[in-house]
DNA sequence: GACAGGTGTGCAACCAAGTTGCATCATGTG
DNA sequence: CACATGATGCAACTTGGTTGCACACCTGTC
Protein backbone atom coordinates (compact mmCIF):
# COMPACT_ATOMS: atom_id res chain seq x y z
CA UNK A 1 0.00 0.00 0.00
CA UNK A 2 1.47 3.57 -0.91
CA UNK A 3 0.36 6.64 0.19
CA UNK A 4 -1.30 7.37 -2.85
CA UNK A 5 -3.96 4.18 -2.34
CA UNK A 6 -5.06 5.97 1.14
CA UNK A 7 -4.90 9.58 0.17
CA UNK A 8 -8.58 10.21 -1.31
CA UNK A 9 -9.85 8.78 2.41
CA UNK A 10 -7.52 10.92 4.07
CA UNK A 11 -8.59 13.42 2.36
CA UNK A 12 -11.90 12.67 2.63
CA UNK A 13 -12.02 12.35 6.98
CA UNK A 14 -10.37 15.70 7.09
CA UNK A 15 -12.81 17.31 4.92
CA UNK A 16 -15.73 15.23 7.30
CA UNK A 17 -13.47 16.09 10.53
CA UNK A 18 -13.66 20.02 9.37
CA UNK A 19 -9.68 20.48 8.89
CA UNK A 20 -8.71 21.80 5.88
CA UNK A 21 -7.45 19.05 3.51
CA UNK A 22 -3.72 20.34 2.95
CA UNK A 23 -1.36 18.31 1.08
CA UNK A 24 0.66 18.01 4.28
CA UNK A 25 -2.18 16.33 6.58
CA UNK A 26 -3.33 14.45 3.57
CA UNK A 27 -0.08 12.66 3.37
CA UNK A 28 0.82 12.76 6.97
CA UNK A 29 -2.78 10.42 8.15
CA UNK A 30 -2.14 8.54 4.48
CA UNK A 31 1.43 7.21 6.06
CA UNK A 32 -0.05 6.20 9.27
CA UNK A 33 -3.15 4.68 7.40
CA UNK A 34 -1.09 2.61 4.71
CA UNK A 35 1.55 2.16 7.37
CA UNK A 36 1.35 -1.64 8.44
CA UNK A 37 1.97 -1.13 11.92
CA UNK A 38 1.96 1.47 14.64
CA UNK A 39 4.46 4.40 13.55
CA UNK A 40 6.63 6.64 15.50
CA UNK A 41 5.92 10.17 14.23
CA UNK A 42 9.80 10.05 13.37
CA UNK A 43 8.79 6.91 10.62
CA UNK A 44 5.66 8.64 9.38
CA UNK A 45 8.31 12.24 9.02
CA UNK A 46 10.68 9.85 6.97
CA UNK A 47 7.56 7.87 5.21
CA UNK A 48 6.13 11.64 3.68
CA UNK A 49 9.79 13.30 2.91
CA UNK A 50 10.33 10.13 0.01
CA UNK A 51 7.45 11.91 -2.00
CA UNK A 52 7.14 15.98 -0.16
CA UNK A 53 9.04 17.89 1.76
CA UNK A 54 7.92 19.36 5.29
CA UNK A 55 9.26 20.05 8.57
CA UNK A 56 9.51 17.48 11.26
CA UNK A 57 7.27 20.10 13.93
CA UNK A 58 4.86 20.07 11.31
CA UNK A 59 4.62 16.18 11.60
CA UNK A 60 4.10 16.66 15.00
CA UNK A 61 1.96 19.26 14.91
CA UNK A 62 -0.31 16.85 12.22
CA UNK A 63 -0.41 14.13 14.57
CA UNK A 64 -1.11 16.04 17.30
CA UNK A 65 -4.47 17.40 15.57
CA UNK A 66 -5.38 13.93 14.03
CA UNK A 67 -5.38 12.21 17.60
CA UNK A 68 -7.06 15.15 19.18
CA UNK A 69 -9.54 14.49 16.38
CA UNK A 70 -9.40 10.81 17.17
CA UNK A 71 -8.57 10.19 13.33
CA UNK A 72 -5.18 8.30 15.07
CA UNK A 73 -4.67 6.55 18.38
CA UNK A 74 -1.75 8.06 20.30
CA UNK A 75 -0.12 5.55 22.60
CA UNK A 76 3.13 4.72 24.10
CA UNK A 77 5.14 1.32 24.37
CA UNK A 78 7.31 2.37 27.19
CA UNK A 79 9.97 3.44 24.41
CA UNK A 80 10.42 7.18 24.40
CA UNK A 81 8.55 7.81 21.08
CA UNK A 82 4.94 7.40 20.49
CA UNK A 83 3.41 5.48 18.52
CA UNK A 84 0.44 6.11 16.55
CA UNK A 85 -1.80 3.77 14.49
CA UNK A 86 -5.63 4.06 12.82
CA UNK A 87 -8.63 1.61 13.57
CA UNK A 88 -10.37 0.70 16.67
CA UNK A 89 -10.94 -2.44 19.17
CA UNK A 90 -7.40 -3.41 19.61
CA UNK A 91 -4.62 -3.71 21.83
CA UNK A 92 -0.74 -3.64 21.06
CA UNK A 93 2.01 -6.08 21.04
CA UNK A 94 5.50 -4.55 21.49
CA UNK A 95 8.18 -7.08 21.20
CA UNK A 96 11.05 -6.32 23.32
CA UNK A 97 13.48 -8.17 20.80
CA UNK A 98 13.18 -6.45 17.72
CA UNK A 99 11.07 -3.40 19.00
CA UNK A 100 8.38 -3.76 16.70
CA UNK A 101 5.13 -3.05 17.68
CA UNK A 102 2.07 -4.75 16.10
CA UNK A 103 -1.80 -4.31 16.37
CA UNK A 104 -3.68 -7.30 17.75
CA UNK A 105 -8.04 -7.27 17.41
CA UNK A 106 -9.18 -7.05 20.86
CA UNK A 107 -11.72 -9.91 20.34
CA UNK A 108 -8.77 -12.31 19.51
CA UNK A 109 -7.44 -11.45 23.27
CA UNK A 110 -11.22 -12.16 24.47
CA UNK A 111 -10.41 -8.54 25.91
CA UNK A 112 -13.94 -6.55 26.68
CA UNK A 113 -12.47 -2.94 26.23
CA UNK A 114 -15.89 -1.57 27.06
CA UNK A 115 -16.78 -3.84 30.02
CA UNK A 116 -13.28 -2.74 31.90
CA UNK A 117 -14.11 0.86 30.97
CA UNK A 118 -17.44 0.59 32.91
CA UNK A 119 -16.22 -1.89 35.73
CA UNK A 120 -15.61 1.15 38.13
CA UNK A 121 -17.17 4.19 39.33
CA UNK A 122 -14.88 6.47 37.23
CA UNK A 123 -14.83 8.31 33.68
CA UNK A 124 -13.06 6.14 31.72
CA UNK A 125 -12.46 7.73 28.38
CA UNK A 126 -9.81 5.60 27.05
CA UNK A 127 -8.39 1.87 27.74
CA UNK A 128 -4.91 0.69 26.41
CA UNK A 129 -3.77 -2.74 26.83
CA UNK A 130 -0.33 -3.00 26.19
CA UNK A 131 1.21 -6.31 25.87
CA UNK A 132 5.22 -6.94 26.01
CA UNK A 133 6.84 -9.93 24.99
CA UNK A 134 8.86 -11.84 22.04
CA UNK A 135 7.75 -11.86 18.29
CA UNK A 136 7.46 -15.26 17.01
CA UNK A 137 10.99 -14.76 15.38
CA UNK A 138 12.39 -13.13 18.23
CA UNK A 139 11.58 -16.38 20.40
CA UNK A 140 13.40 -18.46 17.96
CA UNK A 141 16.51 -16.48 18.09
CA UNK A 142 16.34 -16.31 21.91
CA UNK A 143 15.41 -19.59 22.40
CA UNK B 1 3.86 5.93 55.69
CA UNK B 2 7.72 7.32 55.83
CA UNK B 3 10.65 5.86 54.35
CA UNK B 4 11.61 4.42 57.74
CA UNK B 5 8.44 1.90 58.34
CA UNK B 6 9.68 0.56 54.68
CA UNK B 7 13.44 0.45 54.96
CA UNK B 8 13.28 -2.91 57.06
CA UNK B 9 11.64 -4.62 54.32
CA UNK B 10 13.18 -3.00 51.14
CA UNK B 11 16.58 -4.40 52.83
CA UNK B 12 15.51 -7.76 53.15
CA UNK B 13 14.01 -7.39 49.65
CA UNK B 14 17.47 -6.85 48.29
CA UNK B 15 19.69 -9.01 50.21
CA UNK B 16 17.41 -11.80 49.13
CA UNK B 17 17.63 -10.74 45.31
CA UNK B 18 21.59 -10.90 46.02
CA UNK B 19 21.85 -6.79 45.24
CA UNK B 20 24.14 -5.00 47.86
CA UNK B 21 21.70 -3.20 50.47
CA UNK B 22 23.53 0.15 49.88
CA UNK B 23 21.71 3.16 51.52
CA UNK B 24 20.57 4.63 48.38
CA UNK B 25 19.16 1.38 47.34
CA UNK B 26 17.18 1.15 50.00
CA UNK B 27 16.15 4.53 50.26
CA UNK B 28 14.85 4.80 46.80
CA UNK B 29 12.92 1.18 46.85
CA UNK B 30 11.50 2.32 50.22
CA UNK B 31 10.26 6.03 48.64
CA UNK B 32 8.44 3.29 46.05
CA UNK B 33 7.04 1.23 48.45
CA UNK B 34 5.31 3.94 50.73
CA UNK B 35 4.54 6.50 47.78
CA UNK B 36 0.78 5.89 47.68
CA UNK B 37 0.80 6.32 44.26
CA UNK B 38 3.17 5.40 41.29
CA UNK B 39 6.07 7.74 41.17
CA UNK B 40 8.53 9.58 38.73
CA UNK B 41 11.92 9.12 39.05
CA UNK B 42 11.95 12.19 39.64
CA UNK B 43 9.30 12.23 42.36
CA UNK B 44 11.33 9.42 43.63
CA UNK B 45 14.63 11.74 43.74
CA UNK B 46 12.69 14.48 45.21
CA UNK B 47 11.37 12.08 48.09
CA UNK B 48 14.85 10.60 48.91
CA UNK B 49 16.72 13.96 49.25
CA UNK B 50 14.68 14.71 52.13
CA UNK B 51 17.03 12.65 53.45
CA UNK B 52 19.43 12.08 52.15
CA UNK B 53 21.96 13.17 49.13
CA UNK B 54 22.74 11.29 45.82
CA UNK B 55 22.56 11.72 42.42
CA UNK B 56 19.64 11.74 39.67
CA UNK B 57 21.50 9.35 37.59
CA UNK B 58 21.92 6.97 40.46
CA UNK B 59 18.01 7.11 41.37
CA UNK B 60 17.92 6.01 37.52
CA UNK B 61 20.58 3.46 37.98
CA UNK B 62 18.52 2.38 41.01
CA UNK B 63 15.15 1.74 39.63
CA UNK B 64 16.26 0.22 36.31
CA UNK B 65 18.15 -2.59 38.63
CA UNK B 66 14.78 -3.02 40.84
CA UNK B 67 12.56 -3.20 37.78
CA UNK B 68 14.76 -5.59 36.20
CA UNK B 69 14.71 -7.53 39.38
CA UNK B 70 11.19 -7.57 39.69
CA UNK B 71 11.22 -5.21 42.78
CA UNK B 72 9.11 -2.40 41.23
CA UNK B 73 6.83 -2.17 37.78
CA UNK B 74 7.61 0.33 35.59
CA UNK B 75 5.15 2.08 32.91
CA UNK B 76 4.39 4.31 30.65
CA UNK B 77 1.18 6.51 31.19
CA UNK B 78 1.53 8.27 27.77
CA UNK B 79 3.40 11.19 29.29
CA UNK B 80 7.27 11.80 29.07
CA UNK B 81 8.11 10.17 32.54
CA UNK B 82 7.99 7.21 33.19
CA UNK B 83 5.97 5.82 36.26
CA UNK B 84 7.24 3.33 39.14
CA UNK B 85 5.48 1.18 41.38
CA UNK B 86 5.13 -2.01 44.00
CA UNK B 87 2.49 -4.99 43.63
CA UNK B 88 0.64 -7.26 41.11
CA UNK B 89 -1.81 -8.09 39.42
CA UNK B 90 -3.17 -3.83 39.15
CA UNK B 91 -3.24 -1.93 36.63
CA UNK B 92 -3.09 2.03 35.85
CA UNK B 93 -5.84 4.69 35.69
CA UNK B 94 -4.50 8.03 34.41
CA UNK B 95 -6.61 11.32 35.10
CA UNK B 96 -5.70 13.62 32.14
CA UNK B 97 -7.15 16.48 34.75
CA UNK B 98 -5.29 16.45 37.13
CA UNK B 99 -2.35 14.23 36.05
CA UNK B 100 -2.41 11.84 38.58
CA UNK B 101 -1.99 8.20 38.46
CA UNK B 102 -3.44 5.50 40.68
CA UNK B 103 -3.39 1.55 40.67
CA UNK B 104 -6.82 -0.48 40.53
CA UNK B 105 -6.37 -3.95 41.46
CA UNK B 106 -7.24 -6.05 38.26
CA UNK B 107 -9.84 -8.19 40.19
CA UNK B 108 -12.02 -4.63 40.77
CA UNK B 109 -11.75 -4.36 36.66
CA UNK B 110 -12.72 -7.86 36.44
CA UNK B 111 -9.76 -8.43 34.17
CA UNK B 112 -8.06 -11.48 33.45
CA UNK B 113 -4.22 -10.24 33.11
CA UNK B 114 -3.27 -13.86 32.73
CA UNK B 115 -5.80 -15.11 30.28
CA UNK B 116 -5.14 -12.35 27.85
CA UNK B 117 -1.27 -12.94 28.51
CA UNK B 118 -2.43 -16.49 27.05
CA UNK B 119 -4.98 -15.82 24.51
CA UNK B 120 -2.01 -15.55 21.75
CA UNK B 121 -0.26 -17.76 20.46
CA UNK B 122 2.72 -15.31 21.56
CA UNK B 123 5.37 -15.26 23.99
CA UNK B 124 4.23 -12.81 26.45
CA UNK B 125 5.99 -11.61 29.11
CA UNK B 126 4.15 -9.04 30.68
CA UNK B 127 0.66 -6.98 30.63
CA UNK B 128 -0.20 -3.49 31.20
CA UNK B 129 -3.52 -2.12 31.21
CA UNK B 130 -3.82 1.47 31.06
CA UNK B 131 -7.17 3.33 31.75
CA UNK B 132 -7.32 7.23 31.03
CA UNK B 133 -10.51 9.71 32.29
CA UNK B 134 -11.30 12.02 34.69
CA UNK B 135 -10.83 11.71 38.79
CA UNK B 136 -13.92 12.12 40.70
CA UNK B 137 -12.26 15.25 41.48
CA UNK B 138 -11.74 16.40 38.03
CA UNK B 139 -14.96 15.27 36.92
CA UNK B 140 -16.82 17.47 39.49
CA UNK B 141 -15.25 20.16 38.37
CA UNK B 142 -15.08 19.77 34.52
CA UNK B 143 -18.74 18.63 34.90
C1' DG C 1 -6.58 46.64 -5.77
C1' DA C 2 -5.28 47.47 -0.72
C1' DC C 3 -5.67 45.76 3.61
C1' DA C 4 -7.00 43.06 7.88
C1' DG C 5 -7.47 38.71 10.06
C1' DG C 6 -7.04 33.84 10.37
C1' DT C 7 -4.68 29.48 9.41
C1' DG C 8 -0.80 26.52 8.08
C1' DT C 9 4.09 25.91 7.80
C1' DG C 10 9.19 26.39 8.41
C1' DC C 11 13.06 27.34 11.18
C1' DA C 12 15.81 27.94 15.21
C1' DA C 13 16.02 27.62 19.81
C1' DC C 14 14.63 25.37 23.65
C1' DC C 15 13.24 21.74 27.24
C1' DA C 16 12.68 17.48 29.95
C1' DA C 17 13.75 12.77 30.66
C1' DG C 18 16.93 9.67 30.40
C1' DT C 19 21.84 7.82 29.07
C1' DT C 20 26.89 7.54 28.65
C1' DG C 21 31.76 8.07 29.77
C1' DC C 22 34.82 8.64 33.03
C1' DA C 23 36.80 9.64 37.57
C1' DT C 24 36.48 8.38 42.31
C1' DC C 25 35.45 5.89 46.41
C1' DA C 26 34.49 1.79 49.18
C1' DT C 27 35.03 -2.92 49.94
C1' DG C 28 36.87 -7.34 49.51
C1' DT C 29 40.72 -10.77 48.36
C1' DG C 30 45.22 -12.58 47.55
C1' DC D 1 49.85 -3.46 50.46
C1' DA D 2 48.34 -4.23 45.44
C1' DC D 3 44.71 -5.05 42.89
C1' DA D 4 39.91 -6.09 41.28
C1' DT D 5 35.06 -5.14 41.55
C1' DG D 6 31.05 -2.69 42.20
C1' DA D 7 28.50 1.71 43.56
C1' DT D 8 28.26 6.54 43.00
C1' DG D 9 28.89 11.39 41.38
C1' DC D 10 29.43 14.64 37.81
C1' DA D 11 29.43 16.62 33.26
C1' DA D 12 28.24 16.11 28.80
C1' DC D 13 25.30 14.22 25.59
C1' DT D 14 21.06 12.22 23.07
C1' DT D 15 16.34 11.88 21.91
C1' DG D 16 11.69 13.06 21.33
C1' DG D 17 9.00 16.63 21.55
C1' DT D 18 7.58 21.85 22.22
C1' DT D 19 7.66 26.94 21.77
C1' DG D 20 8.19 31.47 19.69
C1' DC D 21 8.27 33.89 15.87
C1' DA D 22 8.28 35.07 10.99
C1' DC D 23 6.17 34.48 6.82
C1' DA D 24 3.13 32.79 3.19
C1' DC D 25 -1.43 32.11 1.70
C1' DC D 26 -6.36 32.54 1.60
C1' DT D 27 -10.72 34.97 2.41
C1' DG D 28 -13.62 38.80 3.16
C1' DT D 29 -14.33 43.86 3.37
C1' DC D 30 -13.76 48.40 1.96
Do not use: W
Not at 87 to 105: D, E, K, L, M
Amino acid sequence: MTLHDTAGAAREFLEQTGLEPTLNRILVLSAVVAGQRPMTAAEVHAEVLREHRLNRVTVYRILDLLAEKGAVNRFSTGERAQHYCVGRNHSHFHCTGCGRVQCIANEELHFDEIAVANALNLDVSHVDLHLEGLCPACARTAG
